[in-house]
């Protein structure tokens, strides 16, 4: 936490108190606006060497800023019950986090979410509005896939190991939902799972394999 002091060429100056840091142009979220007197909340991303001295950077776009507001905001987090396993971000518009409990006990999912949606509006708030989905995160990569491209309904998934490739079918009814605005809900569930999705309606795909 720390408070914005002033622009400088690199980015804005964030006061830290006893020192300073440096929000550089491509760790903001594009959408936000700043200006001096302003409380703000970043992740320390690195500590380079300087002619005046360490100097810190912290970015607001990166993955880990996202993974350390669920940290913060979700005790079981924090606790390791719960484990992030991945994070894929439009920073300031969508978000995709994959979590797995080690607890059979505790729904990792709904223990994020929270009560009413409690937990995860709270870090959507601290992000200025940027969509967050939860996803269960599975071994195996077809179910994985599937929950990924949540809230689309999957009818079948067919992986290719060897290309990392995933052919995911979905009803005719849920391709624009699959694939999303401007291909947003693919992109992010390709980033967050690492197999290049290839997405076809039931109609489509039935066409193909007569």
Do not use: M
């Not at 760790?27 to 001295?53: C, F, L, M, P, W």
């Not at 970015?59 to 606790?79: G, I, K, Q, T």
């Amino acid at each position: 936490s720390g408070t914005v002091q002033r622009r400088d060429k690199g980015g804005w100056v964030i006061s830290l108190g006893r020192t300073e840091a440096i929000l550089p142009r491509e760790e903001q979220i594009a959408k936000e606006h700043y200006k001096r007197g302003d409380q703000i909340q970043a992740i320390i991303i690195d500590v380079r060497k300087d002619v005046r001295g360490p100097q810190v950077v912290v970015s607001r776009s990166h993955r880990d800023y996202l993974a350390a507001l669920f940290r913060r905001e979700v005790p079981e987090v924090d606790e390791g019950v719960i484990q992030i396993l991945g994070v894929a971000r439009d920073p300031g518009s969508r978000a995709k986090v994959a979590v797995v409990s080690r607890d059979r006990d505790v729904d990792p999912v709904g223990a994020c979410v929270g009560p009413k949606g409690s937990r995860v509006r709270a870090v959507v708030g601290e992000l200025r509005g940027e969509r967050v989905d939860v996803i269960l995160w599975d071994a195996d990569p077809a179910v994985y896939v599937a929950n990924a491209l949540s809230p689309a309904k999957v009818t079948r998934v067919l992986i290719d190991e060897e290309k990392a490739y995933a052919g995911v079918i979905v009803p005719d009814d849920q391709l624009s939902l699959a694939i999303g605005k401007e291909g947003q809900n693919a992109r992010l569930a390709a980033r967050l799972t690492g197999w290049h999705i290839d997405i076809k309606s039931e109609t489509l795909a039935a066409d193909i394999l007569k």
